[in-house]
């Protein structure tokens, strides 16, 4: 065909609208995504005659079958899931822990209509959004009172509003946390207009340190879990209990920022010296936050506790209102406190728990099945043993013993396998460790091998 004649054949937008594949995604798809698929699927056309790379112009079926694949690109979310590869189980970038089903199940059923978020059935009026997981909060942790933020940088900003604003607040030199994302202790205490009065050094404070520091403008001791990094060696730090006394004494409140907070203790996976929030709660803190998609394993959000007058000063305060948390936060964190009333269903029902709590030989196993899903497509495969992170800035100097997948990249290099993969419809994250392109099993769900196999299949060719 002559190039004129071909683009006189290109068929008009319209026409291809009208067809009935195209008739058929109308339905799911928004019209003007629709048509501007089109639009760019017989633009391309254009531009390949034009070219001269083509010498025919499609049938109506394939033009149709391509405006679709367009359509479904470009309709895509850029927030999607993921397999992850890392062996990261709390991997901040890809989305902290994951809910376990009920909390899921919970979320699903008061997303999509009414519920009872501030309504009290039984008196037939307006109820409190806080109702729905105080009394968990207390019964799994012991404390007086409860209440829930956004995150706990969200928790910290409230905290530090409302019993520190306008005086100095106490913290060790040593626990000058910076979190990710620019979250930094003396820049919240600023924030949150108190001043910062810093006590000890960077490796050692006494209880004589904060007692010095304390003047009529204290109005707080504030003790912040060294989550991210660890300060070894020459080192001491005062025993909360002391702290505690302390702030009895002087009559101020003592506030701990958690962090992670588990509400199990971590031993038992062989993690050590991570604190328990039970432990913060006896040793008679104040006030304590910590984060709820870290340690604990349910959604983001920043949970409070501690005595129940300075719950309620929280609770009243004008900030608490723009750092509230939604109905679905609230379904998911509810089922996920809930299955901590039994410690042995939460290390069952909460991933995050089950993930850390898998023995390395059945990590082993898990990375010998996914070879032979590997192997069944041809695509070459073997196991090596690895180390993994906990993440989220949890328990930093603790590596998990466990066991990965190393993928032949076959025709690609190790670079190239892992973008393929990365590039894929449902992204699949790993990661390259000495040249070799690895899939730690810990992170991986097993009904995901199949997925996996394929794709490495297809990319590899
Ligand atoms: C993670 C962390 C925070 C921030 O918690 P988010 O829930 O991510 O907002 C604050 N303080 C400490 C000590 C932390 O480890």
């Known amino acids: 065909m002559e190039q ?31 048509r501007e698929a089109v639009r760019e699927e017989l633009e391309a056309l254009r531009r390949r005659i034009l070219a001269g790379d083509t010498d025919h112009i499609p049938n109506r079926e394939d033009l149709c079958a391509a ?9 895509l979310p850029s927030l999607r899931g993921v397999v992850n590869g890392t062996g990261v189980t709390l991997h901040t970038n890809l989305g902290r822990a994951c809910l376990s089903r009920r909390a899921v199940e919970a979320v699903v059923a008061v997303a999509g209509g009414y ?8 008196a037939g009026r307006r109820g409190s959004r806080h109702s729905h997981v105080e009394a968990l909060l207390c019964a799994v942790t012991g404390a007086e009172g409860a209440m829930v933020v956004n995150n706990n940088a969200a928790a910290v900003l409230l905290i530090l509003s409302a019993l520190g604003k306008g005086g100095e607040v106490i913290t060790s030199r040593g626990e000058l946390v910076e979190i990710g994302g620019s979250f930094r202790v003396p820049d919240i205490m600023v924030q949150c207009g108190c001043a910062l009065r810093e006590v000890g050094t960077t490796n050692k404070t006494h209880l004589s340190d904060y ?22 060696g020459f080192t001491e730090s005062v025993p909360l209990a002391e702290l505690v006394a302390l702030g009895r004494e002087r ?68 900030l608490a209102r723009a750092l509230r948390v939604d109905k679905m936060t609230l379904a998911a964190l509810r089922e996920t406190l809930y299955a901590y009333t039994d410690p042995a269903m ?29 192997a069944d497509r041809g695509v070459t495969a073997r196991t090596v043993p690895t180390q993994d992170q906990v993440g989220g800035g949890s328990v930093p100097t603790q590596l998990l013993p466990a ?10 290099t190790v670079d190239g396998l892992e973008a393929a993969l990365r590039r894929r419809e449902r992204p699949i994250i790993g990661r390259i460790t000495h040249e070799q392109y690895l899939l730690d099993t810990r992170t991986l769900w097993e009904s995901d091998f199949d997925y996996i196999a394929e794709a490495s299949a297809e990319v590899i060719g």
């Open 251 to 318: 009559g101020l409140p003592v506030i701990e920022d958690l962090g992670s907070g588990s509400l199990v203790d971590l031993e038992q996976f062989g993690i050590h010296g991570e604190p328990t929030v039970q432990q913060s709660v006896q040793a008679g803190v104040d006030i304590i936050s910590f984060s709820g998609d870290k340690l604990l394993g349910g959604p983001q959000a920043g949970i409070i506790i501690g005595r129940k007058d300075y719950i309620e000063t929280l609770k009243k305060h004008p």
């Open 403 to 412: 066991w990965a997948v190393a993928i032949d990249p076959g025709r690609l």
């Open 346 to 374: 939460a290390v069952r029902e909460i991933p995050t728990l089950a993930m850390l709590a898998v023995p390395e030989h059945v990590l082993r196993e898990k990375a010998e099945l996914l070879c032979r899903a590997l």
């Open 67 to 75: 405006v679709c694949r367009r359509a479904r690109e470009a309709s």
């Open 211 to 232: 007692e010095g520091a304390i003047t009529p403008e204290t109005r707080a001791l504030l003790k912040v879990h060294t989550s991210n990094y660890k300060i070894m």
């Open 115 to 122: 519920s009872t978020l501030e309504y009290d059935v039984d």
């Open 4 to 34: 004129q004649d071909m683009l006189r054949a290109i068929p008009k937008v319209d026409e291809l609208l009208g067809m009935e594949p195209l008739q058929a995604l109308a339905g799911q798809t928004p019209a003007p995504a629709l």
